[in-house]
């Protein structure tokens, strides 16, 4: 019976673990930067956002700032096609 419980109570454990991971949220995922990107108009609200230079107008912008600072650790968990859409941005942006 012990060893029993102790094989439950370690596929417990994983299913736990598993199920505690922090997973990126899914709220922005309407934002295509392949859109933003080449629209000047759109690009510069975007900047002058992020520089503190003007104001941020919708909540996507309000997202990229807040993006910024933490994207790094996130995207590195489990979201391939987020890591894309920084490529873009990054490759974009050192132009």
Known sequence: MSRSSLC??????????????????????????????????????????????GPCVTEDQKFFKQHACGSEV???RNVPDKKIETRSSSFFASK
Request: glycine letters at 0%; a negative charge; one cysteine or more.
């Open 8 to 53: 439950l109570l370690a596929i417990l454990a994983v299913v736990v673990a598993a199920t505690a991971e922090e997973l990126y949220s899914d709220m922005f995922d309407h934002i295509d930067p392949d859109e933003i990107l080449p629209n000047d108009e759109l690009r510069n609200q975007y900047y002058k956002c992020f520089m503190d230079t």
């Open 74 to 76: 996130r995207l590195m």
